[in-house]
């Protein structure tokens, strides 16, 4: 056992494709799906207890493996915005060594769950068992965390309580109660659009106390979830031991990079090393097909993949 | 170059918790693509344990999930009524690999559908039920043919006519909004201070703009009855040979077909200035079910709906398997 640059514990390894294919039916991807690409063994499985099983997603180097990371992603409609995107990033993380480990949140995807009754612990508790499953396959302990919009909220709490020193975070939200407003908008747009309603963000609102949860362009959101988010504060919760930060504002509008600017100058008074950066794409997080554009998504992805490889190779794990 | 191995029910089994959904790879042309198998909680009966439906979901991004994990729950749901299920990611969608420049009704993705049926067969399988929504619904028409013995089809929200361009296919669906909003409704709305800020986003405000210029050509249309169709107007789409064919296809080998739609689709109006032709198909009157649902089945946009969707799909599969001689009797 070594200890990391963060006095964490790290068994050491010389781990990698190879070594877990060969220990292929007693090994930590037993019973999963894989297949060899260029430079990585992608594998893919399930993890947790029974009912609330989260569909998970490996990329394991083929080289000797000097770093892991784990992907959190957003949440609802949000996650067909950045899907490709996350899966992007992961191979071109695996390609330059890093283990990555990319999951579905209960109740979406092709996790199991029911999107209504879940909670920020119940989300934080899916990302710690496949940050566990990171740590079996990768042999080490995760480095980075990297959270999207709510996965950002979600990677916070997990690197604190992991100890992980690292975070980024990819268009945050750092305004819960806001957040919350704009999606609500987003559905009565939605809705505009379709037939002639006559809700409003208050409406509903009362119909989320009312009924426990309130059906947001075809994507449940249940009390539990709107009032677990809306109290909590991804500020707050950034604060040693994390130790680098990866700050990434997407939008034109300049209150929000604003906001990411205050939050980057209160980390490094708190102590800890933070990049920022901006990306001037607009993208159409809870808008159904009519606002959303090909290019700008693509083109939010390859910004988001340079940051962070950058942020990974000259700052955090250059050799 | 990808070597693929499979997640199966053999490693599965030897795990302590009982998987129904499955994981696995599986090559289609030069391109890997993500699967999942769900198994059956109990066999429909002893004598056919194998009967399988696979599931081809809609375009655009939204993955074999579909919204809301909507045919995860239709796989899981015919899991729990004794069938085997399976859905797969299209090329460059999900976590299949490869990339993918656009969807085209006319250019379904016959290679990944027989890829998958063929490897639904690998795991002892046969696919005789096909469920496609929207452009799934004529990747499924496409394949239906290579597959024998087969014991229906299900239709979801897929037009029966082909779009010009996706340019075009955006002013049709922007025309369609602005005949459904009032003219009240869209100034009242118009002037909230949340949509004027959203209207300052440049990828809103192109769809505003096109919904403002719909408006009103139509509002000018009316106050000069009749309408003289304008420069923009469009002649009407054509009806898609591809799917008058295969349906006819399908038909010809007595083959039961549920169309469903929401009375809000876009591919419900199609289908309903449709109906006279293919009506005229040989076996359509005793083979085919319409069933029409309140809402927008197309985009799957409300729970609600979801939920009427699998429960329609898992109802009718179910009716087939277990009343074959349902339809012998209309005929």
Redesign the interface.
């Known amino acids: 056992v070594q200890l990391t640059s963060e006095g964490r514990s790290a068994r050491a390894t010389s781990r990698d494709a190879s070594t877990l294919e060969a220990s292929d039916a007693t090994g930590p991807l037993a019973g999963w799906a894989q297949r060899r690409t260029e430079g990585s063994l992608e594998a893919a499985g399930f993890v947790g207890a029974p009912g609330n099983r989260v569909f998970a997603f490996a990329h394991v180097p083929s080289r000797r493996i000097r770093g892991s990371v784990l992907v959190c992603p957003p949440l609802l409609a949000e996650t067909l915005v950045t899907y490709r995107g996350d899966r992007q990033l992961a191979g071109s993380l695996a390609q330059r060594g890093i283990a990555v480990m990319r999951f579905h949140h209960r109740g979406s995807g092709n996790s199991e769950g029911s999107p209504q009754l879940y909670s920020l612990d119940d989300l934080v508790e899916d990302a710690l068992v496949a940050c566990q499953k990171l740590s079996d396959i990768s042999g080490r302990p995760a480095d980075v965390v990297i959270g999207t919009r709510l996965g950002a909220t979600v990677a916070a709490v997990v690197a604190r309580r992991l100890r992980i020193p690292r975070i980024a975070l990819i268009a945050p939200v750092l305004d819960p109660k806001k957040y919350l407003r704009e999606v609500f908008r987003g559905h009565l747009i939605s809705e505009m659009k379709t037939r002639t309603t006559r809700l409003s963000v208050g409406d509903l609102e009362r119909s989320l106390d009312e009924h426990g949860w309130v059906d947001i362009v075809g994507y449940p959101i249940g009390r539990e979830l709107f009032r677990s988010v809306s109290n909590f504060s991804v500020t707050e919760a950034l604060a040693r031991p994390i130790r680098s930060v990866l700050l990434v504002h997407m939008g034109k509008g300049p209150r929000e990079h604003a906001a990411v600017d205050a939050l980057s100058r209160e980390l490094t008074d708190k102590g800890m090393q933070c990049s920022a950066a901006s990306l001037p794409v607009s993208l159409a997080w809870w808008f159904g097909g009519g606002g959303f554009t090909r290019a700008e998504n693509e083109a939010a992805a390859t910004g988001v993949i340079d940051l962070v490889q950058t942020w990974l190779d000259g700052d955090v794990l250059g050799d | 170059m990808?070597?693929?191995?499979?997640?199966g029910a053999d490693?599965?089994s030897?795990?302590t918790?009982v998987?129904h959904?499955?994981?696995?790879?599986f090559t289609s042309g030069s391109e890997?693509l993500?699967g999942?198998h769900t198994r059956p909680d109990a066999p429909m009966s002893t004598d056919d344990p194998r009967d399988g439906v696979m599931l081809c979901s809609g375009g655009?991004?939204?993955?074999s999930?579909g919204?809301?994990?909507t045919f995860?729950t239709l796989a899981r749901a015919l899991g729990s009524s004794g069938f085997h299920a399976f859905r797969f990611d299209y090329h460059g969608?999900?976590?299949s690999?490869g990339s993918l420049s656009r969807f085209s009704l006319r250019e379904p993705f016959s290679e990944d559908a027989l890829a998958a049926i063929e490897c639904f067969g690998r795991r002892g399988v046969h696919s005789r039920m096909l469920v496609g929504s929207c452009f799934g619904g004529r990747t499924v028409l496409a394949v239906a043919r290579t597959v024998e013995d087969l014991k229906g089809v299900v239709l979801i929200a897929v037009p029966p006519r082909d779009p010009v361009s996706a340019e075009e296919s955006r002013e049709r669906l922007t025309k369609e909004?602005a005949r459904?909003?009032?003219a009240s409704?869209a100034v009242r709305?118009g002037v909230r201070p949340?949509?004027l800020r959203?209207v300052l986003?440049?990828?809103?405000r192109r769809?505003y703009g096109r919904f403002v210029r719909a408006k009103l050509h139509r509002m000018r249309g009316r106050i000069t009855r009749p309408v003289r169709p304008g420069p923009g107007a469009m002649a009407p789409l054509p009806l898609s040979d591809a799917f008058v064919i295969s349906l006819g296809d399908i038909l010809a080998r007595n083959v039961p077909v549920l169309l469903l739609f929401g009375s809000?689709d876009q591919a419900y109006e199609q289908f309903l200035a449709a109906r006279g032709t293919l009506r005229t198909l040989p076996g359509y009157a005793e083979l085919v079910d319409e069933l029409v649902l309140d809402g927008?089945v197309h985009?799957?946009?409300?729970?609600?709906?979801?939920q009427m969707v699998v429960e329609s799909c898992v109802e009718w599969i179910a009716n087939i398997h277990t009343r074959p001689d349902r339809f012998a009797a209309r005929r």
Do not use: H, I
């Open positions: 990808c070597s693929v191995t499979e997640g490693v599965a030897a795990a918790v998987m959904d499955e994981p696995v790879f890997t993500l999942f655009w991004l939204a993955s999930t919204r809301n994990s995860v969608v999900g976590d690999s909004k459904k909003v009032s409704r709305v949340w949509m959203e986003r440049a990828e809103r769809y809000e927008d985009g799957l946009g409300r729970v609600v709906v979801q």
